[in-house]
């Protein structure tokens, strides 16, 4: 099974939505093949449609959503689509995924507009926008995504460098809890990533819209 039986923008965005967010189950010995996006029901509803619609388009499969506990989530049962994630996309599975985990080669040697729905799947799921205070400001725009995976946070880090094409002015820090912190900080960095990678998640794309009717395409 081949990446060019599935449409590669949106699988990419798959991909994307997995790395951040999700996780994949594979196990023979219980015949449990599925993988499972989890999320938060208070403010992710719309946006767990929009994955539904996203994987029905791939698969033509319904995945499962329910609410559990504090949590939303999303299951598909499917052994040939885990076992393309697994031996064709190379992604991680089970206890540690999340300190290993990286813009698989497949989706990272693909043109810019197909690993920026990648990036957006990211962000969608492990990422925020949000006002902070910095320079006499209480409005500064910034879009952050924090990992756990070393190897991610740089490698993110070097595709929105400015020298590899985007122009992006990134920057990366470890945290007290370990946690890699790539930011795009000021008016111009978060409007750039707002018209070039933008949000599939209509919380955060409504975040976006008010910053950018906000302070427009000026600033730091």
Not at 153 to 163: E, V
Request: some cysteine; hydrophobic content about 35%.
């Amino acid at each position: 099974m081949k990446l060019i039986n599935y449409d590669i923008y949106k699988l990419s965005e798959l991909i994307g939505i997995i790395i951040g967010d999700g996780n994949i189950y594979y196990n023979p010995q219980l015949k449990k093949y599925y993988f499972e996006i989890t999320g938060d029901p208070n403010l992710e509803k719309e946006y767990f449609h929009h994955i539904s619609d996203l994987i029905f388009d791939l698969l033509n499969k319904k995945p499962n959503i329910r609410k559990g506990g504090r949590g939303l989530r999303l299951r598909l049962y499917s052994k040939n689509f885990v076992e393309f994630l697994i031996n064709i996309v190379k992604l991680p599975y089970g206890e540690g995924k999340c300190e290993v985990v990286t813009i698989p080669d497949c989706i990272y040697s693909q043109n810019w507009d197909i690993i920026k729905k990648c990036i957006r799947g990211i962000t969608d799921t492990d990422g925020s926008l949000f006002l902070s205070k910095k320079y006499h400001r209480n409005d500064y725009p910034c879009v952050e995504i924090s990992t756990v995976s070393e190897s991610l946070a740089f490698q993110l880090k070097g595709i929105l460098s400015p020298h590899y094409r985007l122009g992006f002015r990134s920057f990366s820090a470890k945290n007290s809890r370990k946690r890699y912190i790539i930011s795009i900080n000021g008016d111009i960095m978060v409007n750039k990533w707002i018209n070039d990678i933008g949000f599939s998640n209509p919380h955060k794309g409504r975040k976006a819209y008010d910053i950018l009717k906000m302070n427009g395409t000026g600033g730091i």
